[in-house]
């Protein structure tokens, strides 16, 4: 995997992760659509991701459950807004997976897939409701972690 510094993010409110991941397109989507495969990369280590339902179309429902070291839940709601088979993922946690306003909106994430050869440039671009949200959300560890996430979806299709 390498990184690709030729996408910039859109704005101050935009977090941005993308990378050349040595994978087909079709494999590096299917991580993010297969819930089985979204829990074996997307969490940095050593948390891990006990739950992962995705219902991957327009207006489905999107869960998520994280567990930190000490074991404490951390569930995350969501609904996706656009799905373009192995194009273009776009969701949000606005909503819940019923329709319902979410109480802790936070982002709106877009993650494209671009075959470059054999290889797939992977770009995640989190649109965060503020400039205060974004800065919370770096804060957080959103490169060191979504960028360690990036790194452990190189080797997910391999384990199906």
């Not at 273009?88 to 897939?113: E, I, Q």
Request: glycine residues 6%; hydrophobic residues 40%.
């Amino acid at each position: 995997m390498t990184d690709v510094t030729d996408i910039k993010a859109a704005d101050d409110r935009e977090l941005l992760i993308t990378r050349l991941i040595d994978a087909p397109r079709e494999l590096v989507y299917r991580c993010w659509t297969d819930g089985e495969l979204l829990k074996t990369w997307f969490t940095p280590s050593p948390s891990t991701m006990p739950e992962a339902r995705r219902d991957v179309r327009a207006g489905g429902a999107v869960r998520v459950v994280m567990r930190s070291p000490e074991g404490a839940d951390h569930p995350s709601l969501g609904v996706f807004l656009e799905v373009v088979p192995n194009e273009r993922l776009v969701f949000t946690d606005a909503f819940t997976g019923t329709g319902a306003p979410s109480d802790t909106r936070f982002m709106v994430v877009t993650v494209t897939f671009e075959d470059v050869g054999t290889k797939t440039r992977y770009t995640a671009r989190v649109r965060q409701w503020s400039i205060e949200d974004r800065e919370v959300h770096e804060t957080m560890g959103f490169h060191e972690g979504w960028g360690q996430c990036a790194a452990q979806i190189e080797t997910a299709p391999r384990q199906v």
